[in-house]
C-alpha cells in the first residue's frame, strides 16, 4: 500500500503506515505559509519510515538544523519541536522554516545543503550577539563544533576576546543569520546589513581555497577548542530546560538525509 497525506487544516497526517505496522505520523504548523513545507516533513518522515526505520515514542529525528520529537501512542505519534526560548510546542514551525530558508540559500549559492546541529558550538567575536555587521566563516572541526566562526568589526585579534557558544543561542539571538548556517565549508557569508525584523543583505563569496583536513581552524584557536569542549560538558540548552531535546544523552533517530519527493 502506497502511504500517502492528508491534510486537516494546518495538520497532515499520513495514511498508509499503520498498515505496515507503524503509527501515522501527524504534524502541524501554525499559520498556512508553512502548510507546504509541514506536508514535506511528513513525507520525509514516511519516506524514512518506509525504508525500514521504526520511530518509537519519545524519540527525536534531526530535519535539517532543528530537531523534532515524536509523541503519542500505538496509533498516531505526532511531531512537536522546542522553540528558541525552549518551550515545548506541538507543532514544526522552526523545523519547517529552517529547512526552507537554508535551501533557499544554500541553492542560491550553488551550494550543497551542510545544516549543523543546534547543539553543536559555534565560535563569536563580541558584537555577534549584539546585532552588528560581521563576517563567517567554516572550517572543517571536531565533531562538538559547527565550524563557524563569526566575526565583527569589535574582534580585536586576540582569540581571548573569542566564546563559544551552542548554535541554537545565535539563531536565537540572530535569527538573521539562521538561512545561512546550513552552506559548507568554503563559503563566506558577509551580512551588511543585519536586521533582527527583516532577512539581512549578504554578500556570499568562496574562499580562495577550499578548507581540507590539515587546513581546519586557524592554530591560534587550540585555546578556543579547548574552552568549548569544556562549554560542552554542562549543555545549557538541557540544564536550563530540563533536557527539552533527550538526544543530547538519549535516544536519537538518525538523521535520514535529503530525500527527494
Given at each position: 500500500?502506497?502511504v500517502?497525506?492528508?491534510?486537516?487544516g494546518?495538520e497532515?497526517?499520513?495514511?498508509?503506515?499503520?498498515?505496515r505496522?507503524?503509527?501515522?505520523?501527524?504534524?502541524?504548523?501554525?499559520?498556512?505559509d508553512?502548510s507546504?513545507?509541514?506536508?514535506?516533513?511528513?513525507?520525509?518522515?514516511?519516506?524514512?519510515?518506509e525504508?525500514g526505520a521504526r520511530?518509537?515514542?519519545g524519540e527525536?529525528?534531526?530535519?535539517?538544523?532543528?530537531?523534532?520529537?515524536f509523541?503519542?501512542?500505538?496509533?498516531v505519534?505526532?511531531a512537536?519541536?522546542?522553540d528558541?526560548?525552549?518551550a515545548?510546542?506541538?507543532?514544526?514551525?522552526l523545523?519547517?522554516r529552517?529547512?526552507?530558508?537554508?535551501?533557499?540559500?544554500?541553492?542560491?549559492a550553488g551550494a550543497p545543503f551542510?545544516?549543523?546541529?543546534?547543539?553543536?558550538l559555534?565560535v563569536?567575536?563580541?558584537?555577534?550577539?549584539?546585532?552588528d555587521?560581521l563576517?563567517g566563516?567554516?572550517y572543517?572541526?571536531?565533531?562538538h563544533?559547527?565550524g563557524?566562526?563569526?566575526?565583527?568589526?569589535?574582534?580585536?585579534?586576540?582569540?581571548e576576546s573569542?566564546?563559544?557558544?551552542?548554535?541554537?543561542h545565535?539563531t536565537?539571538r540572530?535569527?538573521?543569520?539562521?538561512p545561512y548556517?546550513?552552506l559548507?565549508?568554503?563559503?563566506r557569508?558577509?551580512?551588511?546589513?543585519?536586521?533582527?525584523?527583516e532577512?539581512?543583505s549578504?554578500t556570499?563569496?568562496?574562499?580562495?581555497?577550499r578548507?581540507?583536513?590539515a587546513?581546519?581552524a586557524?592554530r591560534?584557536?587550540s585555546?578556543?577548542?579547548?574552552?568549548?569542549s569544556?562549554?560542552?560538558?554542562r549543555?545549557?540548552?538541557?540544564?536550563?530546560s530540563k533536557?527539552?531535546?533527550?538526544?543530547?544523552?538519549?535516544?536519537l533517530v538518525?538523521?535520514?538525509?535529503w530525500v527527494?519527493l
Open positions: 500500500m502506497t500517502e497525506t492528508q491534510r486537516a494546518l497532515v497526517r499520513t495514511v498508509g503506515l499503520s498498515a505496522g507503524h503509527p501515522e505520523i501527524s504534524a502541524t504548523v501554525s499559520s498556512a508553512l507546504a513545507g509541514c506536508e514535506h516533513f511528513v513525507r520525509f518522515v514516511a519516506a524514512y519510515v525504508g520511530i518509537r515514542l527525536t529525528l534531526r530535519y535539517g538544523y532543528w530537531l523534532t520529537r509523541e503519542g501512542d500505538e496509533a505519534l505526532t512537536w519541536e522546542h528558541i526560548e525552549c515545548a510546542l506541538h507543532s514544526v514551525n523545523a519547517v529552517y529547512w526552507k530558508e537554508q535551501h533557499a540559500t544554500c541553492e542560491g551542510s545544516p549543523p546541529r543546534p547543539d553543536q559555534v563569536v567575536s563580541p558584537g555577534v550577539f549584539e546585532g555587521p563576517e566563516v567554516r572543517p572541526s571536531p565533531e563544533m559547527t563557524w566562526w563569526l566575526t565583527t568589526a569589535r574582534y580585536d585579534g586576540k582569540t573569542l566564546r563559544p557558544e551552542h548554535c541554537y545565535l536565537a540572530r535569527p538573521d543569520l539562521a548556517l546550513a559548507p565549508f568554503g563559503i557569508p558577509r551580512l551588511v546589513q543585519p536586521s533582527r525584523r532577512r539581512a549578504v556570499l563569496s568562496r574562499a580562495n581555497r578548507p581540507s583536513a587546513r581546519t586557524p591560534s584557536s585555546q578556543i577548542l579547548r574552552r568549548s569544556a562549554h560542552l560538558l549543555p545549557d540548552w538541557a540544564m536550563k533536557r527539552p531535546f533527550e538526544s543530547l544523552e538519549g535516544p538518525a538523521d535520514p538525509g527527494r
